[in-house]
């Protein structure tokens, strides 16, 4: 499942098998067609979201929608007709700032590309439209479907106030645009969503440019559809689709979210609810921060991480950790050393101390290593919040019970890392036979030691990350100081202030057994 801010996708999230040969094979397919096209995007980073053999990662009607010869194709005839506009939808993932870039021929009607858009259900899309006419009427204007329709033509570039008046300007003659655009044939769109700039190219001519400002009607996130007409019997074509996510505008940040696979018993890690639980509080909290939510272990999108600030892990660890599989490992590390902060929650913070140890300790100062660091039940005493750290702003000194793990393996030097909250577990957790998880002699000579069950580190070369050892019962999160410890953090890792009060939240019974995932009761 993708969710994106105030809004949820569903699709499945499963690791795509095969990948090498999907993208090579489009490439083979493109680069016959169109070899400049495919060239220029994978050198300039852009990424293939059509394979060019099936609808894999779309999903429309399928009356309606094929795959021919390499391309997505879209079809109405006088014996099939659609009582209204219809879509392919990108199930892998949702947009927020990017470029997009793909090729497109029609014959009959009208058709659009979808982005930053509403799924209002049964294949029907509204918002942001990059227009697509067979006639000399409509390509390469801004079109708002189900919306406020027509917000530029081509040839303008248009203003939209906060209060919904506009101030147009001309960039272009339409006729002389239209003249770029080849009838019946192969064109080039090139769509370029900044913060509130829409511009779209055809064949490299800008053909219109909307600057949104009217708050409550703009879309900053939403889903990319194709559309294919009501009206004549008409037939478009799509491939080459390639996409580039684009850092964000505006001083947002953005918050990539990935949740693990069903595990354990009912009401125990709830992966996949509580990950969207704090999704839910922080879209309500009002900070200048986009989430995007991936259950199932990992993005099916294959730009997911493109343009994150911080990446968020609560999911099964040890070996079976998500970033261990395949060639994760080496994909977070080289987006940590970009800078991009990671943080991870209860048993994500475990990984094997020669695969994913080393890592770990530069991305979060800290983990938990098998054969040092146990794991029992038992509930916080004397617990200690670190002070004057923007991470236990409107933190108060909690008790729950849950399996706090503790005696962590932290970098050395300590440099930049902070205990955010430890506490002194009873002796007993200290008395278990030893084992990877369960006790070892270190653990067993430090009776009545304070443990540090959160921290949160500062990379000496940029970035955040931060670790936090509670979380196995989903019950917790009802805590208000447990989960604003952890609304905080996540605010924290992305790089944005913490409020002086933390992160504000409320949680019902409802939202509390919302997401749960479908688990046999313990026997």
């Not at 609808?55 to 309606?64: H, N, T």
Request: charged content about 25%; proline content about 6%.
């Amino acid at each position: 499942m993708v969710t994106a801010r105030c809004r949820s996708v569903s699709s499945p999230s499963r690791s795509r098998p095969g990948v090498v040969a999907v993208l090579l094979a489009v490439a083979s397919v493109a680069l016959v067609s169109r070899p400049g096209l495919v060239v220029a995007a994978e050198a300039d980073g852009f990424v293939p979201i059509f394979n060019g053999t099936s609808l894999e990662g779309w999903e429309g009607k399928p009356e309606f929608w094929s795959v021919q010869d390499g391309a997505i194709v879209g079809q109405t005839t006088a014996d099939k007709p659609t009582k209204g506009n219809t879509f392919l939808i990108w199930r892998q993932g949702t947009l927020d700032d990017f470029e997009l870039r793909l090729a497109y021929r029609i014959n009959g009607g009208n058709s659009g590309i979808q982005y930053r858009s509403k799924d209002l259900g049964d294949f029907v899309v509204g918002g942001y439209q990059a227009d697509i006419d067979s006639g000399p009427t409509y390509s390469g204007i801004q079109y708002e479907e189900r919306g406020r329709g027509i917000l530029a033509q081509r040839g303008e570039r248009v203003t939209i106030a906060g209060d919904g008046t506009k101030k147009a300007e001309a960039i272009g003659s339409k006729e002389e645009l239209q003249q770029a655009i080849k009838a019946g044939d192969w064109n080039e769109y090139r769509i370029v969503a900044q913060g509130p700039k829409l511009s779209h190219f055809i064949n490299g001519k800008l053909m219109s440019e909307t600057i949104d400002e009217q708050a409550e009607k703009r879309s900053a996130e939403g889903i990319l559809a194709l559309q294919l007409h009501a009206g004549p019997p008409m037939k478009v074509e799509f491939k080459d689709i390639h996409l580039k996510r684009t850092r964000l505008a505006d001083g947002r940040k953005k918050l990539v979210l990935v949740a693990g696979r069903a595990s354990h018993g009912p009401g125990e890690h709830e992966f996949r609810a509580g990950t969207m639980l704090m999704e839910k509080c922080l879209d309500a909290s009002g900070q200048r921060l986009v989430t995007v939510t991936h259950t199932d272990g990992w993005p099916q999108d294959p730009t997911a991480f493109d343009n994150a600030d911080a990446i968020f892990f609560f999911a099964d660890g040890g070996g079976g950790h998500p970033v261990l599989q395949s060639n994760r490992l080496g994909q977070i590390d080289a987006l940590a050393k970009r800078g991009v902060g990671v943080a991870c929650l209860h048993y994500a913070v475990e990984v094997p101390k020669e695969k994913g140890g080393p890592e770990f300790l530069n991305w979060m100062g800290g983990y938990f290593e098998p054969h040092w660091s146990v794991n029992p039940h038992w509930t916080l005493a004397k617990t200690e919040l670190a002070k004057d750290h923007p991470v236990t702003r409107g933190v108060m000194p909690f008790e729950t019970n849950d399996e706090w793990y503790y005696h962590m393996r932290f970098k050395e030097p300590t440099d930049g890392l902070v205990p955010i909250l430890s506490a002194v577990p009873p002796d007993a957790t200290r008395e278990r036979p030893d084992g990877p998880h369960s006790n070892n002699p270190t653990v067993r000579a430090g009776k009545g030691s304070r443990e540090v069950l959160a921290w949160a580190y500062e990379r000496p070369g940029g970035g955040r990350g931060f670790g936090c050892t509670g979380a196995h019962f989903h019950r917790n999160w009802a805590n208000d100081d447990f989960r604003r410890l952890m609304l905080n953090g996540l605010v924290w890792t992305a790089g944005l202030d913490v409020p002086l009060d933390g992160v504000p939240s409320g949680v019902s019974a409802d939202d509390l057994a919302s997401n749960l995932d479908e688990k046999a009761p313990r026997k």
